[in-house]
């Protein structure tokens, strides 16, 4: 079983930077494929960026290719997302989640699931 919390998420302008992290506990964080989604207000959660186990290769959304950059740390059973250039649009809850399979976008593919930090941009 493997527990995740987010941390990093608030208020940030228009053009601004937030990174966000994820700690994980409790099983071989080292072993689980990581992925990032966010749920804005009144939609579906949607997949934002996923790291295989060993930290290469990253997948990105079209909406946040160029902007965002995952990453993690092994060491410290920590994931990553390097917010850059944020937008309006770009406000929601984001979640990290674990899996056992390399499945990038599908969210049903993740096994673990952490309660969310939420991002807010100000225009």
């Known amino acids: 079983q493997v527990q995740l919390v987010e941390s990093g998420g608030g208020l940030v302008q228009a053009g601004g930077s937030l990174r966000l992290s994820c700690a994980a506990s409790g099983g071989t964080f080292s072993s689980y494929h990581m992925g990032w989604f966010r749920q804005a207000p009144g939609k579906e959660r949607e997949f934002v960026a996923a790291?295989?186990?060993?930290?290469?290769?990253?997948y990105y959304a079209d909406s946040v290719k160029g902007r965002f950059t995952i990453s993690r740390d092994n060491a410290k059973n920590t994931v990553y997302l390097q917010m850059n250039t944020l937008k309006a649009e770009d406000t929601a809850v984001y979640f990290c989640?674990?899996?056992?399979?390399?499945?990038?976008?599908?969210?049903?593919?993740?096994?673990?699931w952490g309660p969310g930090t939420q991002v807010t941009v100000s225009s």
């Open positions: 790291i295989t186990w060993s930290g290469y290769p990253t």
């Open positions: 989640a674990a899996g056992r399979s390399w499945v990038r976008t599908a969210k049903e593919g993740y096994n673990y």
